[in-house]
């Protein structure tokens, strides 16, 4: 089965470091997005891209966080400077447009300290 | 108040009874409506999509009254591995695929 691949599954970080989290999406899907899941708020968007332009980062502080797809099989979510707040499970999932439902991968645990 | 809204849970089920989980959306804008699967400290995964004339899925059924904005899904038979959070989920489309996500109601199969 192909599957989302994100990178790395795992992160503790001091606050005021920088975090870098990646995601390989499943080969021709044209749209990636990144969600961000905690206890009390649940899944929420933070950016979306369809043929890697960003279409919504609406969800994302832009003071900090910043995402990119420098091309088709990357795409990349960075925390500058982070914050014990950023600490969440972050998911990365992609499909086609107008398909039902996405793939997601397994997510990045952040725990910032 | 959110956009999606659902009962969190937990619900505790005995084995092979039937349960029935509630959703309910508040932008009348949204067009197309999931129901996602999502197992501890694991990914959420599509159970199924939600068509206007209801649609069923082996033991699962889910409808959907757009006047009321209101989803459900059943489950018959319920069995140990059906145990895990259900993510009631909607999608404006029209341009925008943005996935709005319900925090998900818990369910526990009891031996």
């Known amino acids: 089965d192909a599957r989302v691949t994100q990178t790395p599954r795992h992160k503790v970080t001091e606050m005021g470091q920088e975090v870098t989290m990646r995601c390989q999406p499943i080969l021709g899907h044209n749209t990636v997005f990144w969600y961000r899941q905690t206890m009390m708020q649940g899944l929420e968007l933070l950016a979306y891209f369809r043929n890697r332009a960003p279409l919504d980062d609406s969800g994302m502080p832009k003071d900090r966080f910043s995402a990119e797809m420098p091309d088709a099989t990357l795409a990349t979510l960075k925390i500058q400077p982070s914050e014990p707040r950023d600490s969440a499970v972050y998911f990365c999932?992609?499909?086609?447009?107008?398909?039902?439902?996405?793939?997601f991968g397994s997510g990045t645990r952040l725990t910032v300290v | 108040r959110k956009e999606v809204e659902q009962d969190p849970g937990p619900f505790n089920v005995p084995e092979g009874a039937t349960v029935a989980f509630n959703c309910t959306y508040s932008?009348?804008?949204?067009?197309?409506f999931f129901w996602y699967r999502q197992d501890c400290r694991k990914e959420p995964k599509l159970l199924m999509s939600v068509y206007s004339s209801g649609n069923e899925d082996g033991r699962f059924t889910a409808q959907l009254n757009r006047a009321s904005q209101y989803i459900s899904l059943l489950i018959r038979d319920s069995k140990l591995s059906d145990s895990a959070t259900y993510l009631c989920v909607v999608r404006r489309d029209f341009g925008n695929e943005k996935l709005t996500f319900g925090t998900g109601t818990r369910l526990t199969i009891i031996p």
């Open positions: 999932a992609s499909g086609f447009r107008d398909r039902a439902g996405y793939t």
């Open positions: 932008n009348s804008a949204s067009q197309s």
